[in-house]
């Protein structure tokens, strides 16, 4: 079955940078864009930007641009999101997703908790 | 800048219909914005109801239905059940590879 797993939860200061992966199973890894959406506690959902596995190509939402990067290894099917120079409202879960513009996102990782405090 | 809007919280009873919209600060939805919808339950990963306007991803009882209302696009579920009480999310496409979610509805069945 097409499963997302993620990495673990992350606890950085302010300013430090996070890494998290997402690998995928169960699908063709570069026939689906992989696309992160974040969730800071109490809040709603947040649309972040998005990666094709297969060209590498991104699009970010522009809130997050030239502060996240999102990147891909295609040998062991996994995306990465970099976010740099972390803020105290960047605590929130930070789920992966599968999805084309036409068929929604679906499946959904777990989520991984990063958590910003000094 | 154009927002996704959704009620922020809405009531029903058991075994009523509920219809959730979501729509754009300026303009008009339509189905060339492949509104998705969502729902979420505390510390839940969200989970697939409905894509492009109308269709029910797999498993997703036939009671949720999705459509564009007027100038909006809607969530109904038909016979709300207890464990409906949910968090719903849609997505709107803004084109250029962007999305958007809306703020989320607050469903309370009581």
């Avoid at chain 1, 302010?14 to 992989?34: D, I, N, R």
């Avoid at chain 1, 030239?66 to 105290?88: A, F, K, N, P, Q």
Wanted: neutral net charge.
């Amino acid at each position: 079955q097409v499963q997302l797993v993620q990495s673990g939860a992350e606890v950085k200061k302010p300013e430090a940078s996070v890494k998290v992966s997402c690998k995928a199973s169960g699908y063709t890894f570069t026939a689906h864009y992989m696309y992160w959406v974040r969730q800071a506690p109490g809040q709603g959902l947040e649309w972040m930007g998005r990666i094709n596995p297969n060209s590498g190509g991104t699009n970010y939402a522009q809130k997050f641009q030239g502060r996240v990067t999102m990147t891909r290894d295609t040998s062991i099917s996994t995306v990465y999101l970099e976010m740099s120079r972390l803020r105290s409202d960047d605590t929130a879960v930070y789920f992966c997703t599968r999805g084309r513009i036409e068929d929604g996102f679906d499946p959904w990782g777990q989520g991984t908790l990063v958590t910003v405090s000094s | 800048q154009t927002v996704v809007t959704q009620e922020p919280s809405f009531s029903v009873s058991p075994g009523g219909t509920v219809t959730l919209t979501c729509g754009f600060t300026s303009g008009s939805v339509s189905t060339s914005d492949y509104p998705s919808w969502y729902q979420q339950t505390p510390g839940q990963a969200p989970r697939t109801l409905i894509y492009s306007t109308n269709i029910r991803s797999s498993g997703v009882p036939d009671r949720f239905s999705g459509s564009i209302l007027g100038n909006k696009a809607a969530l109904t579920i038909t016979g709300a059940q207890a464990d409906d009480e949910s968090d719903y999310y849609c997505v709107l496409y803004m084109g250029s590879g962007i999305s958007v979610f809306g703020g989320g509805t607050k469903l309370t069945v009581l």
